[in-house]
């Protein structure tokens, strides 16, 4: 096998040599799944299959749930000195291949299944499968390279390298006081921004050992935090509702932190999951593009809506208006970031270069910030609607509907209107006992709102869609709304 010269991996190797034995992996139960050694060998089996393959020096696309397998496979492209591209381990064979030809990838690594012309590669299960790109600039230095879905629903890479990765997680452990050898929870996909930054770059970095539950069906991620004594929780909203609503749960004794990123945490949602734990979850906000932004750091207290922290240790925050001046608390504009995590650049490239700069992300998103030095979001700037000549945020919106009686979660979302140009739908997760109707919705919104802001169409459900990322899919929305027979219209 090669000598690695990944710092990461080069990390990690001495970590295992130094004590094998160690655990990288505990299952749902707490027990010892793969220690530090058995991966450090693992990995080395899979370098030296792909040596045999003779994979060309292109980014590869790595597409493998959260486990032993996922790292073994990560650490034996990095040693080989290739891009890795980490990517959603849902993605069909159609997406992980446009994944490729995103940023000029010469091969896509997945379970086999998925792959109808792999290789199979060790251990059992995972398969390579070559492909021809039309090559790719990437930034130089360019380590992993995080997924998103773009502006235009087309697949965007984010380039980082090791000391951009290795300064979020540093930035992460320090401001939110977990430890090197805390216990994590592994229930976010470790090929996610999140995921990355705070639980997989860890554990190659420190060793910091990580908690894979059977599942994540709420009951089984109640039993592995209490029988593998968790002590930091990465969670997104939706585990946290669901774990609250639960009738009974054992008790977490050694949990400290508890987080919630990835998606608005709603308050009654935090306040649930403190009454029936006693924890607190804590804002987390971040981003792909700087890694993670700012925290909450109080230790209790009730959650306000929109309310995000302030930033994390080593990162600078600032609202901003059109012309880049900084604005003052209580004065709203776009969000800049300045970090030694901001990526090293995107592919294809923005269609903005402003909004990316060495150690400088201009965010999309709208906010403000409080007399505390707490930054309150106000919502996606993009997202803004405009009925009929009048901008309407659909933040503001949701949170009216939020707040109505019965109503479990709200989505809203702008949706085209040939008289109007766009006008507002709303997607509302109800509770069955609340009797809430569109009749009512609507009542409730033209009490609270301006004519032109309440939504001209409803549709109720039981819940709400959430990708695996805990995010709300605007086009399953946007078609949940535009199916005539199942909504209401104003």
Request: aromatic share 4%; glycine share 10%; net charge positive.
């Amino acid at each position: 096998m090669r000598t690695p010269r990944c710092p990461l991996v080069k990390r990690f190797f001495r970590l295992a040599q130094a004590e094998p034995g160690a655990p990288a992996f505990f299952d749902g139960d707490g027990q010892l799944l793969a220690p530090r050694g058995l991966l450090a060998q693992q990995a080395a089996t899979v370098a030296e299959a792909y040596e045999r393959l003779g994979l060309p020096t292109r980014p590869v696309v790595l597409s493998l749930p959260n486990g032993p397998a996922l790292v073994a496979h990560l650490l034996a492209l990095r040693t080989m000195g290739l891009p890795v591209v980490l990517a959603d381990a849902t993605f069909t064979e159609a997406e992980l291949e446009r994944a490729a030809h995103t940023v000029g990838g010469g091969a896509v690594v997945a379970n086999e299944e998925r792959l109808g012309q792999g290789v199979a590669i060790p251990p059992s299960g995972v398969a390579v499968e070559l492909l021809e790109t039309e090559q790719k600039e990437l930034p130089r230095g360019t380590a992993i390279c995080k997924l998103s879905s773009g502006s235009t629903g087309e697949p965007q890479a984010f380039a980082a390298s090791v000391a951009q990765l290795v300064a979020d997680s540093r930035q992460i452990f320090r401001t939110m006081g977990i430890r090197k050898g805390d216990r994590t929870l592994a229930a976010i996909p470790l090929t996610h921004s999140y995921g990355l930054g705070s639980c997989l770059v860890p554990l190659l970095l420190w060793g910091t050992p990580l908690v894979l539950p059977f599942c994540n069906l709420p009951a089984a991620l109640a039993h592995t935090l209490a029988a593998a004594k968790v002590q930091h929780f990465p969670a997104v909203p939706a585990m946290i509702r669901a774990l609250a609503a639960l009738p009974s749960l054992p008790p977490w004794p050694e949990l400290r932190v508890c987080l919630a990123a990835g998606a608005p945490l709603a308050p009654g949602d935090a306040k649930a999951f403190t009454a029936a734990t006693g924890h607190k979850v804590h804002v987390f906000y971040g981003s792909s593009e700087c890694g993670g932004i700012t925290y909450d750091r109080t230790p209790t207290g009730v959650h306000e809506e929109g309310a995000v922290g302030t930033p994390l240790d080593g990162v600078t925050v600032e609202v901003v208006d059109e012309g880049g001046r900084v604005l003052p608390p209580g004065e709203e504009g776009r969000v800049r970031v300045r970090s030694r995590a901001v990526v090293l650049g995107a592919v294809p490239a923005l269609a903005d270069p402003q909004v990316l700069t060495p150690g400088c992300f201009l965010t999309g998103d709208g906010g403000v910030f409080d007399g505390q030095g707490v930054l309150h979001l106000t919502g996606r700037l993009s997202e803004i609607v405009n009925v009929a000549g009048k901008k309407v945020h659909p933040e503001e919106v949701r949170r009216v509907l939020a707040s109505m009686p019965g109503v479990l979660e709200a989505a809203v979302v702008g949706i085209p209107d040939r008289h109007r140009g766009q006008v507002l739908g709303a997607v509302l997760a109800v509770d069955p006992q609340g009797a809430v109707t569109v009749h009512k919705v609507m009542a409730y919104c033209r009490a609270r709102l301006a004519p032109y802001k309440v939504p001209r169409r409803v549709v109720l459900v039981p819940e709400l869609p959430i990708s695996a990322r805990g995010k709300l899919p605007k086009k399953e929305l946007v078609a949940l709304l535009t199916q005539r027979t199942s909504h209401g219209e104003n």
